[in-house]
């Protein structure tokens, strides 16, 4: 099971700040394992999603280049403190992760 994610939501006048610490290995399959010098299969995130209140904010596609434990941050406009945050990320394997916050 992927670890949860760390999401920070926060109203900054009425502009949401939104930061999500998104837990993942993303490996790209280019590397090689010490040693053997097989290549490391790859396992990356491939798709995320973002809905506030319901509704969809933020939806993307990903791809090798992604860093390990990526940080995604964007602003939106239009909600308001204490709506629900709610993150979803499926990887290259099939798995997926769903967290939600509340933004404060």
């Keep these: ?4 994610m760390k999401i920070r939501a926060l109203m900054k006048g ?20 010490a040693g053997s010098g097989k ?3 790859a396992h990356y995130i491939q798709a995320v ?21 990526p940080v995604l941050a964007f602003k939106v406009q239009g909600v308001i403190a204490g709506d629900r945050v709610v993150v979803t990320w499926t990887d ?7 967290d939600e916050s509340i933004l404060t």
Excluded: C, F, W, Y
Excluded at 14 to 33: P, Q, W
Excluded at 92 to 98: F, I, K, L, V, Y
């Design 92 to 98: 290259n394997h099939g798995e997926h992760r769903t």
């Design 49 to 69: 999603t973002v809905e506030v209140a319901g509704k969809r904010v933020l939806e993307g596609q990903t791809n090798i280049t992604l860093s390990s434990n």
């Design 39 to 41: 290549l490391i299969p």
């Design 14 to 33: 009425d502009i949401a700040d939104i930061r999500i610490l998104m837990r993942h290995v993303n490996e790209t399959g280019l590397r090689k394992e």
């Design 1 to 4: 099971m992927p670890e949860p």
